[in-house]
C-alpha cells in the first residue's frame, strides 16, 4: 500500500534520499496551511552525514494564513518506515490535509 510524504527540509536532497531509500523519489509541489518553519540544530552524525547540514527545518503549528511550501512524494510503508528512522527524536510523524486535498504523513516538532 502506498503512502503519501510531504518534505520541506533534507528529503527532498537526492544524497539523502538515495541514503534513506535507495532510490530518487518523485515528487509534485503542494503547500501545507496552518504550519511555519523553524530551525533546529541537527547532532545525529548520520543524518548530519547523509544531508550535510547541520540545521534543518522544522514545521510548527502556526496561524491558518501561515504555509509551508514543500514536495509530497508517493512511496511504500516500508519507506515511511525508514523516514522515520532518518529523523531525529525531535520530530514526530502525524498525518495532514495538503492544499492539493492529499492526506499526507509530515515530520513536525515533537
Do not use: C
Request: glycine share 6%; charged share 20%; aromatic share 12%.
Amino acid at each position: 500500500m502506498h503512502q503519501y510524504l510531504f518534505s520541506y527540509g533534507t528529503l527532498q536532497l537526492e544524497k539523502v534520499q538515495i541514503a534513506s531509500f535507495g532510490r530518487i523519489l518523485t515528487g509534485s509541489t503542494d503547500k501545507l496551511y496552518g504550519y511555519k518553519l523553524v530551525s533546529i540544530e541537527i547532532t545525529d552524525e548520520n543524518v548530519l552525514q547523509q544531508s550535510g547540514q547541520k540545521f534543518h527545518p522544522m514545521a510548527l503549528p502556526a496561524s491558518s494564513d501561515d504555509y509551508i511550501d514543500g514536495v509530497v512524494f508517493e512511496i511504500t510503508h516500508t519507506e515511511l518506515l525508514q523516514a522515520d528512522h532518518y529523523e531525529v527524536d525531535d520530530y514526530k510523524r502525524i498525518s495532514v490535509l495538503l492544499n492539493s486535498g492529499i492526506h499526507a504523513w509530515i515530520y513536525i516538532k515533537a
